[in-house]
């Protein structure tokens, strides 16, 4: 498996022909998304392999925003099966990989190990200090994308959202879910 050629390549194109709209899921997500679940793959001490799985499949999970806004997540499995053999990746690795990308398709419905922390690492920052810059960017991104305008619905929106999203690895559960939750209390305050 060619990773970091595989890193450079599909880094290089998500900076290159991601639509300037995205203002959520750019580069820059993809970014963060990986650098989380390599804090988790130390976390969690995961073997080399599926470091490079779970990696790969961050790095791969909204491949698809390149062609679709909507079911991405299937078109994202589309290019990595097109893509990964040219890196050395296996059949059985590709299958993996397509696995966490379809993981992250909301709702979230994992099934495996490292699937709960893709999960969690796409989503993180639901329970972090960044929640509220980053949620005015989806906010932005969907007004555009999806017409959605109105703040309050917006507010709506996550508040619906966070009460039926749940974090699945322990480790997001002891230390973004206290965080969420005081976001939740306060999204539904500002619900008119």
């Given at each position: 498996m060619l990773y970091q050629e595989l890193e450079k390549f599909v880094l290089g194109e998500l900076e290159k022909k991601l639509s300037p709209k995205l203002t959520y899921h750019g580069v820059h997500h993809t970014r963060d998304v990986l650098q989380v679940c390599?804090?988790?793959c130390e976390r969690f001490q995961l073997n080399q392999e599926d470091a490079t799985l779970l990696k790969t499949g961050a790095l791969m999970h909204d491949t698809g925003f390149l062609y679709t806004y909507d079911e991405h997540e299937k078109k994202g499995v589309e290019i990595a099966e097109?893509?990964?053999p040219r890196f050395e990746f296996?059949?059985?690795a590709i299958k993996t990989i397509s696995?966490?990308?379809m993981?992250?398709?909301v709702p979230q419905q994992p099934k495996t190990e490292m699937e709960n922390i893709i999960c969690d690492a796409d989503l993180d920052y639901l329970g972090r200090d960044d929640f509220y810059p980053i949620s005015e960017s989806l906010f932005e991104e969907l007004k555009h994308f999806k017409g959605l305008t109105d703040r309050n619905k917006w507010n709506q929106i996550?508040?619906?959202?966070f009460e039926s999203h749940q974090f699945h690895t322990e480790w997001a559960k002891k230390n973004r879910a206290p965080v969420k939750a005081k976001?939740?209390?306060e999204l539904r305050e500002m619900v008119k």
């Open positions: 390599i804090a988790y097109r893509i990964l296996s059949e059985k696995g966490l990308i993981a992250t398709k996550q508040v619906s959202f976001y939740l209390e």
